[in-house]
């Protein structure tokens, strides 16, 4: 067997270490602005449940209760417009991250299969590929690429690192070309409630899949729109030929969600005032944030939805990461996302009120 280091690139975050240290330095702290991790509190509805639940002694099933499946579907048409969504269209998952770095493997994809994920995109999508030793490439269209050999398609819209949407038509088009080669789509779409310019739509939506789920799956998490990264709450939603077989290979994984966790994504997803609070809060960080860059000689492209605004100065993304850790603010180099965004800066929504006011008047000097 190679080496992990033959199979895996440098984890990125790594990089950021001595310009973590000079951020830190700072004489009133660092304003962390590069991981987008919440830092606002779960709500408390979600965590009474949480709590109600904990005497549970027992395995959990891997699908989950019928009464999170219930939920599930019920946001699924409430929210994505599908419909028509059944138990069998929907799967929880262990948080999106250990589904987007296990499913080529999980898929029986290797070697002589390709992967394909955006130019700018989330490292783990090439991870995923690399895990199962599969072939992998970035696009800039998909519906450009060689469909030989190509297995799994990602689409991910809202944008991780770039916050760009996909129009409805766009996502129509991609969709029936995937289709006509027999190419399986995941769209990720863990952003989606977190539109600011830009109106979301998921590729379930009848008017995109044409009112049917051949081919084509959606994933939600619950770590950004409730505060739930720490629960680890993910689903998936869509063709049940697809879900069917990777509901038995995580059977035989032990892939299971926590009974607690379980109860309290039923609260989450039955509940859409807190998710309203927190975009307001997210509305008003990025106002400021965005103000603050621009004042401060950035360009911001895209940005439209997510929790990151994508900045520029016009110079190497590391020269950009410096000159802000001296004001002690850290925020995430573009090339982590692919050798597209070498000038480029993400910067993250997910600090606190004060911090946000922190970094926005440091950039200000």
């Known amino acids: 067997m190679s080496a992990v280091s033959d199979r895996l690139p440098t984890f990125p975050w790594d990089k950021l270490t001595p310009y973590k240290a000079t951020a830190a330095a700072h004489p009133d702290g660092i304003v962390d602005l590069s991981v987008g991790t919440p830092v606002d509190p779960v709500p408390e509805l979600v965590q009474k449940a949480l709590v109600a639940a904990a005497d549970s002694p027992g395995y959990p099933t891997v699908w989950g209760t019928p009464e999170l499946r219930d939920a599930i579907t019920g946001w699924v048409e409430r929210r994505l417009g599908a419909r028509d969504v059944t138990h069998r269209h929907v799967l929880p998952i262990v948080g999106s991250k250990e589904l987007v770095a296990w499913l080529p493997t999980q898929l029986g994809l290797g ?5 394909a994920y955006p130019r700018l995109a989330y490292p783990t999508y090439e991870v995923g590929a690399r895990l199962a030793r599969a072939g992998y490439e970035a696009y800039d269209d998909p519906t450009e690429l060689d469909p030989e050999g190509l297995k799994l398609l990602w689409l991910n819209s809202p944008s991780n690192p770039t916050g760009r949407v996909l129009p409805k038509e766009e996502l129509t088009r991609i969709v029936a070309w995937a289709r006509d080669h027999g190419i399986l789509l995941f769209s990720d779409e863990c952003y989606l409630e977190l539109g600011w310019e830009a109106d979301p739509v998921s590729v379930l939506h009848p008017d995109v899949s044409g009112g049917s789920y051949e ?3 959606a994933v939600h998490s619950l770590s950004k729109r409730s505060n739930l ?7 998936l939603a869509g063709d049940p030929a697809v879900l069917a077989p990777l509901l038995e290979i995580r059977k035989h994984g032990g892939m299971m969600t926590s009974a607690p966790t379980q109860a309290a994504v039923i609260a989450a997803l039955g509940d859409d005032e807190h998710v309203r609070v927190q975009r307001e809060r997210y509305a008003a960080r990025r106002t400021l944030l965005r ?14 939805a997510s929790l990151y605004l994508w900045a520029t100065r016009g110079e190497s993304c590391w020269d950009t990461v410096a000159h802000l850790a001296e004001r002690g603010i850290l925020v995430a180099p573009g090339d982590f996302y692919g050798p597209a965004g070498a000038e480029f800066v993400r910067v993250a929504l997910t600090a606190t009120d004060e911090r946000v006011r922190a970094a926005v008047d440091r950039l200000s000097t």
């Open 229 to 235: 990264a720490g629960y680890r709450a993910a689903f």
């Open 291 to 304: 103000e603050a860059l621009l004042a401060h000689g950035f360009r911001i492209d895209h940005s439209e």
């Open 111 to 115: 070697p002589g299969d390709r992967v």
């Open 215 to 217: 081919g084509i799956v």
